[in-house]
């Protein structure tokens, strides 16, 4: 990424932001293990599955934007 890409910064901190949100999931899902509840294993597992795809398009849409940046730089080199 670029840091002075204003949308390379807001797409890495929205993965960033998802990302965390997945984990926290995670851990959720672990604790409700532990403590074999199966309701709230069912549920975590729901929003896990949400989120893990939110996840992939979120890195998605900023490798993809970061691949626009190098596309244009080999553009500009003329290769
Ligand atoms: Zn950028």
Same mark, same amino acid.
């Given at each position: 990424m670029l840091a002075d890409c204003p949308d390379c910064v807001r797409l890495w901190q929205e993965y960033a932001q998802i990302n965390n949100a997945y984990l926290k999931i995670a851990s959720d899902l672990q604790v409700a293990r532990i403590q074999q509840d199966s309701t #709230?294993?069912?549920?975590?597992l729901k929003r896990q599955d949400v989120a893990g795809e939110k996840r992939?398009? #979120?890195?998605?849409a900023a490798k993809d934007h970061a691949a626009d940046h190098l596309k244009a730089k080999s553009a500009k080199q003329g290769h």
């Open positions: #709230a294993i069912a549920e975590l992939q398009a #979120a890195r998605k």
